[in-house]
């Protein structure tokens, strides 16, 4: 588990969320769903699943951008509450996007507000009811009970920081048939290996967590899987894409600072980049 400044901050965005908090078996989640207008037949049996950044549902963020999402692809799109009502960070432990850019010194304001938030945040994600194995086995099983209760046979999921964590966590039991990962948290690099739907992934200039190395790592093990298929080896190797957004730094793909232009166009264009990704693959 790693955290970093740029994970505890960021903006909240503007707008009135339009779907509705409702329960699932045991799990509560926010429900996106589409115009009757625009409601696409497929959404009997498909829909997307939206995984969260630490700060979760009640920043409203991923409230907004599913609704977007939803009213975009014409299909439902689920916001599962991962940590149970008890996210590691409040709205108010927000610390204010600093117009800092990528590859300059961290201010010394934004480190000590760090440093001051981990001795609080980090505990509460290594025990109890938001450790990561806790979160990672609760939020497969809101994978599967979308699949058995609802009949969702074709389910793709969007990942971001944290969240992005969470998604790759299920790839092990094939429970997904297309993926959108934004700025991941920290995961095991040979999950790669087994991932068998398709993959697009958002990345920025500057990661703490997922930075250039790390991407490049990832893309490597595909293009490994790739020359093995070539080579007529049995491996199957599913559709994956990588764009990397210059100028932006971890998380701006969910809590953006949308008064500075290219951080706004970069949000903009990821999140194009995601429902272009799912009308592909998915529906």
Not at 71 to 82: A, C, H, K
Not at 189 to 196: A, G, R, T
Not at 203 to 210: A, L, M, P, R, S
Not at 263 to 276: L, N, R
Request: proline share 7%; charged share 25%; aromatic share 10%.
């Amino acid at each position: 588990m790693k955290l970093c400044a740029d994970c505890m901050s960021g903006v909240i965005l503007p707008g009135t969320p339009k779907g509705q908090m409702v329960t699932l078996d045991r799990f509560s989640a926010y429900l996106a769903s589409p115009p009757a207008s625009s409601r696409l037949s497929v959404a009997a049996n498909r829909a997307v699943v939206l995984f969260t950044d630490v700060f979760e549902l009640p920043l409203g963020n991923p409230k907004i951008m599913a609704d977007a999402f939803s009213s975009e692809l014409g299909v439902d799109v689920w916001v599962p509450d991962m940590f149970n009502g008890h996210p590691p960070l409040k709205n108010e432990d927000i610390m204010r996007y600093d117009h800092q850019d990528p590859g300059s010194p961290m201010p010394s304001w934004k480190l000590l507000g760090f440093l001051s938030q981990t001795t609080f945040v980090f505990p509460k994600m290594i025990m109890g009811e938001n450790k990561q194995s806790r979160v990672y086995t609760r939020m497969k099983e809101f994978v599967e009970t979308l699949n058995k209760d609802r009949g969702i046979e074709k389910i793709g999921a969007v990942g971001y920081c944290y969240g992005g964590s969470v998604l790759l966590s299920l790839v092990p039991f094939h429970l997904l048939s297309s993926a959108v990962i934004a700025h991941p948290g920290d995961f095991d690099h040979k999950l790669v290996e087994d991932i068998d739907f398709p993959t697009s992934w958002i990345t920025c200039q500057e990661d703490f967590v997922f930075g250039p190395d790390k991407q490049e790592d990832v893309q490597r093990r595909f293009s490994l899987r790739s020359q093995r298929a070539k080579e007529g080896r049995p491996e199957q190797v599913p559709r994956y894409e990588f764009r990397r957004y210059m100028g932006t730094r971890h998380g701006f793909g969910c809590r953006p600072a949308l008064d500075i232009p290219m951080i706004k166009d970069a949000f903009v264009m990821a999140s194009e980049q995601t429902t272009a990704w799912f009308k592909d693959t998915l529906l």
